[in-house]
């Protein structure tokens, strides 16, 4: 059954660092997502992506996030100058469309630790 | 903004024995997404199952099945004859403008 992969599953950075988060999608899906979920607290939408362009983002998406997708297979999450508080559990998804079948599929996840 | 409400943090079953999450949801859409997500230790997103809001009739996967109540905005999650491996976190989401908003989850907790 076609999944979705993310790598590394776990990384740990200093503050000010620059970290990029992996994710390759289902393979026929059009619509990317990452989410975060800081430990103990809700997961939270941060950015959709389609098209090869941001469709929406949330406040928490600020100038120091950015996305692509550099090929035909790779999602990437940066995050240019990481903070303390970045420290999360950061998921991507994948959908097939935003019609018919718009169901989420999830990554098993990538823990940053920001020290 | 649409919010999700989840009321029980814990909850706990004897093995075989049928457990109910609550959701309830606010929203002025009319059709809509709900979703219920599992998330066990190894804290991956596991999709449980999906209702349409359109559709009257309550999804069911295998030993999951959920009470939509649409005009309550309610949406309950049944597992029936729980099993060791359903100990998890579980979270109701709410799909609106293509963006999933989740509740604050319940942990769910199997004795043998």
């Known amino acids: 059954e076609p999944e979705v992969t993310q790598t590394p599953s776990h990384q740990v950075t200093q503050m000010g660092q620059e970290v990029i988060l992996r994710c390759v999608p289902i393979s026929n899906h059009l619509y990317f997502y990452w989410y975060r979920q800081i430990l103990g607290q809700k997961v939270e939408f941060l950015v959709s992506?389609?098209?090869?362009?941001?469709?929406?983002k949330s406040e928490i998406f600020d100038d120091q996030f950015s996305v692509e997708r550099p090929d035909g297979s790779n999602f990437t999450l940066k995050i240019r100058s990481t903070k303390l508080e970045d420290s999360a559990m950061y998921f991507c998804?994948?959908?097939?469309?935003?019609?018919?079948?718009?169901?989420?599929?999830f990554g098993p996840g990538t823990r940053l630790t920001v020290l | 903004a649409q919010t999700v409400t989840q009321s029980q943090p814990e909850m706990s079953v004897q093995e075989a024995e049928t457990v109910t999450l609550s959701c309830t949801y606010d929203?002025?859409?009319?059709?809509?997404?709900l979703f219920w997500y599992k998330q066990p230790p190894s804290r991956q997103m596991i999709l449980v199952i999906r209702q349409e809001a359109y559709k009257q009739q309550n999804a069911t996967e295998n030993r999951f099945s959920v009470n939509f109540q649409k005009a309550a905005k309610s949406f309950s999650l049944k597992i029936s004859d729980s099993q060791l491996g359903d100990t998890a976190m579980y979270f109701c989401a709410f799909l609106n403008d293509y963006k999933l908003s989740f509740g604050a989850g319940t942990t769910v907790t199997v004795r043998a």
């Open positions: 929203t002025s859409e009319s059709n809509y997404y």
């Open positions: 992506f389609y098209n090869n362009e941001i469709s929406e």
């Open positions: 998804a994948s959908s097939l469309d935003r019609g018919l079948d718009d169901t989420q599929y």
